[in-house]
């Protein structure tokens, strides 16, 4: 069930002025209907990388609660823009929704003003730690640090040049610590290895992901590794080039290049969705906060199913993996 597109939000400022002009609104839900949950999202639920693991989380949890009839699920793909994400959160309040998702975490403002005005509606925001206090407000975040630990392990071991270049998007959150714990995997497997890294500011610039991904391998890397939804552009200029090899995170970005994606590290959000469900339902609507982890099977590394990893490697990022969930090691020491 689709509630927003792209094309929505001049209606979602409306309706969010009609709402504000009201003097707000408090939701309720009826207790004998589906529980209602709605995601806003910065892109597209097909971007191969952060919307798309939650999308798919939804629809695994819709499944298994047996359908619409049991769980509703709406969602705004795109919004990109902050104001019109905020018109959706207020808009879904208002219509009644159980549990609000503002997936990504140029929305924490937004939460903090919309959440105060609908009590009963549980709202929740990522990737970041902070409830503001709330007691309606949830946060959830990923312990990406950890795969990217596993991923600079296998990278150390693969690359022939000994330079791996980073295509990062804003030097913050989940995609900072992804890199951090990449590079560190990297530096305690091979510390001769030289690592170059590129921010280009921007989440969803493809364009400027090509850039930076071209750059670097004209200075002679023979990896590449990066987050967020516009990494397509570094994967795409890693198969122009050829026999550039790419690691990924938050979902698994094989199908985009099978014989160059050794690895993704993929975010599921299931656990955590189910359990900000339960929470509700049991009466706490918010002040919590979940974190994926390897330990826990919230982050997962799915080997490419078109590249033939050595057993070696493989093997190093097992060890890797068992290391970090038993505490000895730290990706982020």
Known sequence: MRKHLRTAPVLLTLLALLAGACGGATATTSPSGPFRVAVVMPSA??????????????????????????LEFAWSEGMFNVPDAAAAMRDYATQGYDLVIAHGSQYGASVQEVAPDFPDTSFAWGTNVDTFGMPNVFAYTAAAEEGGY??????????????????????????????????????????????????????????????????HIAAGADILTGSSQSVVGSIGAAKDKGGVLWFGTQADQATLAPELVVASQ????????????????????????????????????????GYSLPADVRSAAEAAIAGIKDGSIKPLP
């Open 45 to 70: 639920t097909t971007d191969m990388a952060y919307s798309q693991s939650m999308f798919q989380a939804m629809k695994a949890v819709q499944a298994e609660m047996g359908g619409e009839s049991a």
């Open 150 to 215: 596993v991923n600079g392990v296998m990278a150390a071991m693969l690359t022939q040049s000994k330079i791996i270049g980073i295509t990062g998007p804003v030097e913050v959150g989940d995609a900072k610590t992804y890199i951090d714990g990449f590079r560190n995997g990297v530096a305690a497997t091979d510390p001769s290895i030289t690592i170059n890294a590129t921010w280009t500011g921007s989440f969803s610039d493809v364009a400027l992901m090509t850039e930076a991904a071209n750059t």
């Open 266 to 305: 993929v975010y599921d959000w299931v656990g955590v969705v189910k359990d900000m469900i339960a929470k509700h339902q049991a009466g706490t609507l918010g002040g919590e906060v979940f974190t994926l982890r390897l330990s826990n099977d919230g982050l997962k590394i799915a080997y490419g199913t």
